[in-house]
Structure formats: C-alpha cells, structure tokens
C-alpha cells in the first residue's frame, strides 16, 4: 500500500532529449534559436517512432495526458506526423511554446485536438524580451498568443520572474 491513490497520471513527454532507457522531462534546447545558441546533435533528439512508443507504453500504463515541451517542438521538421501519431492514442495533448513559430502550425494543431497550449513568455517589453531571448519576436510572439486566443485555443501564458531583472528600475 503506497498511501495514496493516483486518480489521473500525466506525463510530459520531450521530443528533444534521448537519455538511455529514460524519458528526459526538461530539453537543453533552449526556447530561442538564434546563431548565437549551441542545439543539441541530431543524434541526442528522439526520433518520432521513439517518441509515439515510450507515449503509447505511458498510455498502456494508465497517462491521460501529454505535453509536449522542449525547448521549442515546432522547430522539428516531423512535428505535424508526431502530433497526428500521438492523437491516435487516448489522451489529452497539449503543447508548450515560445509561441515565435506556432502561427504556421494552428491547422496540424486543430487537426490532432491539441487544445490546450501553454506559451513561455519572458516578458512583457519589448527590450528586455529582446535581451533574454536574443530576438527581437516580441510583437510577433504577442500577436501569436492573440491569435491562438482567437482560434479558440486554451492558452495559459508561463512567466518566471527574475529579481531585480525584471524591476523597472
């Protein structure tokens, strides 16, 4: 007897990180891509099958939800065929973003009921967006999350704060 009831598992599965026989919950990818940041060889990255077969292991298992996280998952180029294969599966899909890219994927998105999206925002001015994420994607990231909004997804804005960084001083 463990002294507690697990009512609902949830697993985050990361489409970035391949770490034997283990399944990586945080990416070294960083949420930017810019010339200045070091990604991870192609050779650490999980492969779409592998990702679909650790899922459907989970969901055999009793997981009712899945996350996918990074880093940033639209970057992959198979993201659209990894959705559509985890949407066969009886689970709830949602997705975290930094919300730079995710316009171009709203119809794949729709198309596997990935509802529910969680965007990563570093912060609300435009310059200090610009100095923590070396890219000057604020407005578009903005007009993003406007538009997820519009289209009817569940959208949960993260921020984590930093003292005195993040003071307007």
Do not use: C
């Not at 969901?59 to 985890?86: N, Q, S």
């Not at 973003?97 to 119809?107: F, P, T, Y």
Request: aromatic share 6%.
């Amino acid at each position: 007897d463990t002294g507690f009831v697990i009512v609902s598992w949830s697993w985050i599965i990361n489409p970035g990180v391949k770490q034997s026989g283990k399944l990586a919950v945080d990416s070294p990818i960083p949420s930017t891509i810019t010339s200045g940041v070091k990604l991870s060889p192609k050779s650490h990255l999980m492969t779409g099958d592998e990702i679909y077969n650790i899922a459907k292991t989970f969901v055999k298992h009793g997981v009712t939800k899945i996350r996918l996280t990074g880093g940033e998952p639209l970057i992959r180029k198979d993201i659209p065929v990894i959705l559509e294969k985890l949407a066969s599966l009886d689970v709830t899909l949602s997705i975290t973003s930094n919300a730079v890219i995710i316009d171009k994927h709203i119809a794949v998105l729709k198309a596997n009921n990935v509802n529910k999206i969680n965007i990563s925002l570093d912060s609300l001015e435009r310059e200090k967006f610009k100095k923590i994420t070396l890219r000057d994607q604020f407005k578009k990231v903005y007009t993003n999350i406007l538009l997820l909004v519009k289209e009817n997804f569940e959208v949960k804005v993260n921020v984590v704060l930093m003292k005195d960084f993040l003071a307007n001083t």
